[in-house]
T-cell receptor
Framework: KNQVEQSPQSLIILEGKNCTLQ??????????LRWYKQDTGRGPVSLTI???SENTKSNGRYTATLDADTKQSSLHITASQLSDSASYIC????????????WGAGTKLIIKP | NAGVTQTPKFRILKIGQSMTLQCTQD?????MYWYRQDPGMGLKLIYY???????DKGEVPNGYNVSRSTTEDFPLRLELAAPSQTSVYFC???????????FGEGSWLTVV
């Protein structure tokens, strides 16, 4: 069964610190993996999208990595800011049907001053 | 280019009432989706459409219906509303090349 699991479920860090969020998936055959940021009460906003051949992709202070062999991805946030407080969601697509999106439950990140 | 537009933003329904959540996109996207998100939980797919005239069930379709008569519009119909349908509903669309997913602002629905 195609699944996406994220860890940790929640994380609290101090402003200015770095953190890494994990995403493991069992989706096969793999097409692409997206990371989304969702602020409370808002729709998800795209951070990165990576295909099979991409190992890393950055978007400002956000850097996503992908290991297609181990079916793992991580999202690293550098020099965290209060505005980074949000849920971060990993979404994987299968080559069988690119429009079928398998969503992780998300990691709730809280940045404290 | 307004992106994905959802209406209404907030609605309170009584048990047994019916309503339609409207979703429109102006990006000529083929794929459209309806999700619900319960408090503290991830998104769950209700229905999706790969083009005008084509719809299919997602993970949690019971109690809902959809139609896709045009590329732009993908309304979600709630029949006989139940308290379990209290949730935030998000409409989304994606182009055929499957890159960025565009989301509406969400519709907060409470069934009492």
């Amino acid at each position: 069964k195609n699944q996406v699991e994220q860890s940790p479920q929640s994380l609290i860090i101090l402003e200015g610190k770095n953190c890494t969020l994990q995403c493991n998936y069992t989706v096969s055959p793999f097409s692409n993996l997206r990371w989304y940021k969702q602020d409370t009460g808002r729709g998800p906003v795209s951070l990165t999208i990576m295909t099979f051949s991409e190992n890393t992709k950055s978007n400002g202070r956000y850097t996503a990595t992908l290991d297609a062999d181990t079916k793992q991805s991580s999202l690293h946030i550098t020099a965290s800011q209060l505005s980074d407080s949000a849920s971060y969601i990993c979404v994987v697509s299968s080559l069988d049907s690119n429009y079928q999106l398998i969503w992780g439950a998300g990691t709730k990140l809280i940045i404290k001053p | 280019n307004a992106g994905v537009t959802q209406t209404p933003k907030f609605r309170i329904l009584k048990i047994g009432q019916s309503m339609t959540l409207q979703c429109t996109q102006d990006m000529n996207h083929n794929y459209m989706y309806w999700y619900r998100q319960d408090p503290g939980m991830g998104l769950k797919l209700i229905y999706y459409s790969v083009g005008a005239g084509i719809t299919d069930k997602g993970e949690v379709p019971n109690g809902y219906n959809v139609s896709r008569s045009t590329t732009e519009d993908f309304p979600l119909r709630l029949e006989l509303a139940a308290p379990s349908q209290t949730s935030v509903y998000f409409c989304a669309s994606i182009s055929g090349t499957g890159n960025t997913i565009y989301f509406g602002e969400g519709s907060w629905l409470t069934v009492v």
